[in-house]
């Protein structure tokens, strides 16, 4: 394959898979061993315009990036009121943004509740003056990441503001396929997405339930879509975009070593250490976790882990927990590993 996959907009991505935003895990550290492992895209964690706008210290540090690595570099936004959104966008384009997107699906009942993320969904009007606004107030592409509806019957459908969008300049849209309603239960209805690609003269993205290189091969072969994102699908699996791009060129996918899984992790949490400083060995509480998820002793380990302050110490206890399970599998125990 030659040339960029898609464009987004000006915005040219070199391949189809996205690290879809997922709020308080995808900073800096996730999404640069994402980008490292071939990731065409990453999206920052939702960050408020409000609090952007204002240049709020903790909201500016959530843009954190090094454009060296994360080219093309996508901020999500999540506001309501559209020249907060603009003056938002314009400083996330300071800080390095090559797309800025809105945050129109986010069901999490603090951010409806105050009329944000999926709640534009029951409010047309309000979404139509904020894209305009953002439109207005960077050259970069804004893109949209919705789902199909807020409920059945309540407010608009994304198939109702497909053309508003389109209008008002929104250069592409991602959809994750479940209802406001039906939060993250039961599976994402992909036929959604490929009507909507149907349907759409912009790109379309799936986002939803993607775990493996196969399934996102799959998704974008059969339902019509520019890109698939992937998001927790790569909590600790880094490596998945690695494993989409060989599907996608026709290479043999190899699963992720133990020694990778390893190296990944330490390199994960000495990347949050870097980041965050001293509040990295809580974080990594719950990071690595992601990382020894199958390994043989691994609930001993999360068990010492989450009482640990220490990162050397976490560290130390992670490379135990693998050389174990390495052991263990020599001896003929658990090989369950090898399938991720
Ligand atoms: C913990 C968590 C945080 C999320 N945060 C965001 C977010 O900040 N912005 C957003 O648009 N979607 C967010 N999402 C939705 C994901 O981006 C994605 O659309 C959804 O999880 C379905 O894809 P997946 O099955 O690949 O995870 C979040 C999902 C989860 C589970």
């Known amino acids: ?92 384009v300071e800080r390095g943004a090559d797309l800025i997107d809105l945050n129109m699906g986010c069901p999490a009942r603090k951010v409806i509740g105050s009329g944000h993320g999926s709640a534009l969904l029951k409010e047309p009007e309000t979404v139509r003056a904020i894209v305009r606004a953002m439109v207005k107030a960077v050259k970069v592409p804004i893109t949209v990441k919705t789902r199909p509806a807020f409920a059945p019957n309540v407010g608009a459908t994304v198939f109702d503001l497909l053309p508003m969008l389109v209008d008002e300049g929104v250069a592409a849209i991602t959809l994750h396929p479940r ?31 993607v775990t493996t290189a196969d399934e996102a091969l799959h998704r974008l072969r059969n339902y019509g879509v520019a890109a698939v994102m992937i998001g927790r699908g790569a909590k600790g699996r880094p490596w998945l975009f690695r494993q989409c791009l060989a599907a996608w060129r026709g290479e043999e996918v ?32 719950t990071v690595l976790m992601w990382y020894t998820k199958s390994l043989h002793g691994a609930s001993e380990f999360r068990a010492r882990i989450c009482r640990e302050e ?31």
């Open 1 to 92: 394959m030659t040339g960029p996959a898609l464009h987004i907009g000006d915005v040219a991505i070199d391949n189809p898979f996205i690290l879809a935003p997922l709020a308080g895990l995808t900073n800096w550290p996730f999404r640069r061993l994402a980008k490292e492992a071939g990731a065409g895209l990453t999206v920052s964690e939702m960050a408020s315009a409000t609090a952007l706008s204002f240049k709020g210290k903790a909201t500016l540090k959530m843009l954190d990036t090094d454009k060296s690595v994360e080219t093309p570099y996508c901020v999500q936004l999540f506001g309501k009121e559209p020249e907060r959104m603009a003056i938002a966008a314009q400083i996330a």
């Open 254 to 285: 190899t699963p992720a070593t133990l020694d990778e899984r390893l190296e990944t992790a330490i390199r994960h949490a000495r990347l949050l250490a870097e980041a965050v400083g001293g509040k990295a060995p809580y974080m990594l509480r």
């Open 310 to 340: 220490n990162l050397e110490t976490q560290i130390s206890l992670l490379t135990e927990c693998v050389e174990r399970h390495k052991a263990a599998e020599a001896a003929g125990g658990n090989t369950a590993v090898h399938s991720i």
């Open 179 to 209: 209802m406001t309603c039906e939060g993250f239960s039961g599976e994402a209805d992909w036929s959604v997405v490929a009507r909507l690609a149907e349907k759409s003269p912009i790109p379309i993205i799936g986002s939803g339930d």
